[in-house]
């Protein structure tokens, strides 16, 4: 059962261990640049930047017309947005 789901995210997302390295890396980067320019976000700020940087990482690594990547983001976005007042 396990190896099944994991056959068929690959098939969507590629192989964990490239989306992985991809994913720290943007996160590295962007966490790097808040620091250098002693910006400080919320945890749901943060939490969804990250998730939006792992749904960028498996983008770039896996199918980028799986639509569902594109909503997640979406609704990451939406979340601090409602967070923020909006």
């Not at 789901?5 to 989306?19: A, I, N, P």
């Not at 890396?25 to 790097?32: C, D, G, P, R």
């Not at 640049?33 to 919320?42: A, D, H, I, P, S």
Request: net charge positive; proline share 1%; no cysteine.
């Amino acid at each position: 059962m396990i190896e099944q789901t994991l056959e068929e995210r690959g098939k969507t997302y590629g192989k964990f261990k490239d989306t992985a390295r991809i994913s720290q890396t943007l996160k590295s980067y962007v966490a790097t640049e808040l620091r250098n320019q002693g910006k400080v976000l919320t945890n749901t700020q943060r939490e969804s930047m990250e998730m939006i940087l792992h749904k960028i990482a498996r983008i770039v690594n896996g199918d980028p017309n799986y639509d569902d990547s594109w909503r997640d983001i979406a609704g990451y976005a939406t979340l601090v947005v409602k967070d923020l007042g909006g």
